[in-house]
């Protein structure tokens, strides 16, 4: 389909563009900027006056719940959500059930996906076999189904000459490892942040040792064999001055915060509300501002959804029973425009966290998503048509996940999707 989106206010940080223009689109690719090259004739025009063309957001950690647990969420229904909120790349943790550690169970989620066609899936290989720890799984194998990186999801790896192993195993074919900076031994069954608040209202803590321990540990043993790390879901500040100083110090790392850290802190669990059980906890006010100004400064490459549907099953019990997660994948980009907004971010470089930071981050992973997070002649037109005056309110009618669970329920939040595009054919596109 040749499509032509006209007056629109395009901002495209990969490439430093921030401009009203046209955009024109053929043969699944952007075919130019202003001007229609020769020949070009629009099967559609959309006028764009007033909204933003933005490229299509690139989410790092999206459990759409196949196969294993389809009660909870499924790859067409989370899809749809995705598309909804202007996501057309998402990174899947491994932690499905079966495990992915197989090459067949990679290639039938890769079947899947296709057949949906709709939003680019990278599925993220088991690093241990059935995420456990004792065995490393054929990483060149799951490679050739179709995984882009390795990782244990939120499991954590108890033995440190099991990781060592793995990033030598990773390194030695350049291989990148996704990996949560958590030491089980401090994580424990805690479910909320240690401190005042975790302690009045009873419920066992998580310090924040439990991740600067994990943190100094994984960049020790990076040092000897120099592997590629994403640290995922950073949440205290201590973490992230470790990871500066590791940046600093020339590691290759990179690394990503869910969007509930960057605006949600240990005392809005209120009186014991399940849907901020969230897995990293909630930490503290200086934690949170320290998020931010990682964020703004670069420490902090990625924003990502952290998207993990819950049933109600699932999350109607006491806090400290309750499956940690919530839906995320509609709220991502209001998010981030809540948080441009929010801290004086300047709005290109607050859309790079979720569209060029993260394209980054899945190019060095996967050659195929080379051009992912950016608009350039001749990259696969996945974008969307943002309405950035348009406030919504977070209801359960209003979301197309399977699941509604989510901190921000009742919340009032800026930038309304109005159109997806993927691979030059509209996907999604709001009623009215």
């Given at each position: 389909?040749?499509?032509?989106?006209?007056?629109?206010?395009?901002?495209?940080?990969?490439?430093d563009v921030d401009r009203v223009t046209d955009v024109f689109i053929s043969q699944g690719k952007i075919a130019a900027f202003d001007l229609a090259p020769s020949g070009f004739?629009?099967?559609?025009?959309?006028?764009?006056?007033?909204?933003?063309?933005?490229?299509?957001?690139?989410?790092?950690?999206?459990?759409?719940?196949?196969?294993?647990?389809?009660?909870?969420?499924?790859?067409?229904?989370?899809?749809?959500?995705?598309?909804?909120?202007?996501?057309?790349?998402?990174?899947?943790?491994?932690?499905?059930?079966?495990?992915?550690?197989?090459?067949?169970?990679?290639?039938?989620?890769?079947?899947?996906?296709?057949?949906?066609?709709?939003?680019?899936?990278?599925?993220?290989?088991?690093?241990?076999?059935?995420?456990?720890?004792?065995?490393?799984?054929?990483?060149?194998?799951?490679?050739?189904?179709?995984?882009?990186?390795?990782?244990?999801?939120?499991?954590?790896?108890?033995?440190?000459?099991?990781?060592?192993?793995?990033?030598?195993?990773?390194?030695?074919?350049?291989?990148?490892?996704?990996?949560?900076?958590?030491?089980?031994?401090?994580?424990?069954?805690?479910?909320?942040?240690?401190?005042?608040?975790?302690?009045?209202?009873?419920?066992?803590?998580?310090?924040?040792?439990?991740?600067?321990?994990?943190?100094?540990?994984?960049?020790?043993?990076?040092?000897?064999?120099?592997?590629?790390?994403?640290?995922?879901?950073?949440?205290?500040?201590?973490?992230?001055?470790?990871?500066?100083?590791?940046?600093?110090?020339?590691?290759?790392?990179?690394?990503?915060?869910?969007?509930?850290?960057?605006?949600?802190?240990?005392?809005?669990?209120?009186?014991?509300?399940?849907?901020?059980?969230?897995?990293?906890?909630?930490?503290?006010?200086?934690?949170?501002?320290?998020?931010?100004?990682?964020?703004?400064?670069?420490?902090?490459?990625?924003?990502?959804?952290?998207?993990?549907?819950?049933?109600?099953?699932?999350?109607?019990?006491?806090?400290?029973?309750?499956?940690?997660?919530?839906?995320?994948?509609?709220?991502?980009?209001?998010?981030?425009?809540?948080?441009?907004?929010?801290?004086?971010?300047?709005?290109?470089?607050?859309?790079?966290?979720?569209?060029?930071?993260?394209?980054?981050?899945?190019?060095?992973?996967?050659?195929?998503?080379?051009?992912?997070?950016?608009?350039?002649?001749?990259?696969?037109?996945?974008?969307?048509?943002?309405?950035?005056?348009?406030?919504?309110?977070?209801?359960?009618?209003?979301?197309?996940?399977?699941?509604?669970?989510?901190?921000?329920?009742?919340?009032?939040?800026?930038?309304?999707?109005?159109?997806?595009?993927?691979?030059?054919?509209?996907?999604?596109?709001?009623?009215?």
């Open positions: 389909m040749n499509l032509q989106i006209k007056n629109g206010r395009v901002i495209d940080p990969a490439n004739k629009a099967e559609r025009v959309i006028d764009a006056k007033n909204k933003l063309v933005i490229p299509g957001l690139v989410d790092l950690a999206a459990r759409l719940r196949e196969p294993g647990f389809e009660y909870r969420g499924t790859l067409e229904a989370e899809m749809r959500a995705a598309l909804a909120g202007g996501i057309t790349s998402l990174v899947l943790p491994p932690d499905t059930d079966p495990t992915l550690d197989e090459p067949g169970l990679v290639e039938m989620l890769k079947h899947r996906a296709r057949q949906l066609d709709q939003v680019n899936l990278y599925p993220l290989g088991a690093m241990t076999v059935g995420l456990k720890g004792e065995v490393i799984t054929e990483m060149a194998e799951l490679t050739e189904a179709g995984c882009v990186a390795f990782s244990q999801a939120d499991v954590p790896l108890v033995d440190t000459n099991v990781l060592l192993r793995a990033m030598q195993y990773a390194r030695t074919f350049d291989f990148m490892l996704w990996l949560r900076a958590q030491d089980p031994w401090l994580s424990g069954s805690g479910v909320a942040a240690s401190g005042a608040y975790a302690s009045r209202l009873g419920l066992p803590g998580i310090p924040v040792q439990a991740e600067t321990v994990a943190l100094n540990t994984l960049f020790e043993l990076q040092r000897t064999c120099a592997v590629r790390l994403h640290i995922c879901r950073l949440s205290s500040a201590a973490g992230i001055e470790l990871v500066r100083a590791a940046k600093r110090e020339g590691l290759p790392v990179t690394c990503d915060v869910s969007a509930n850290q960057v605006h949600l802190i240990d005392v809005d669990i209120g009186y014991y509300d399940s849907n901020f059980r969230l897995d990293p906890p909630l930490r503290g006010q200086r934690d949170r501002e320290a998020i931010r100004a990682a964020l703004a400064d670069g420490t902090i490459d990625v924003v990502c959804s952290d998207h993990t549907p819950v049933d109600d099953d699932g999350k109607m019990l006491p806090f400290a029973e309750a499956e940690p997660g919530a839906t995320g994948l509609e709220l991502l980009l209001s998010l981030t425009l809540k948080w441009a907004a929010d801290a004086k971010v300047p709005l290109s470089q607050a859309l790079a966290r979720v569209t060029s930071g993260p394209g980054r981050v899945l190019a060095g992973a996967c050659a195929q998503a080379a051009q992912a997070g950016q608009l350039s002649v001749g990259a696969p037109a996945d974008l969307c048509v943002v309405d950035p005056n348009a406030f919504w309110q977070v209801t359960r009618e209003a979301l197309l996940s399977q699941s509604q669970h989510t901190p921000f329920l009742g919340i009032e939040l800026p930038g309304r999707v109005c159109m997806t595009v993927v691979r030059g054919q509209i996907a999604w596109e709001l009623a009215g």
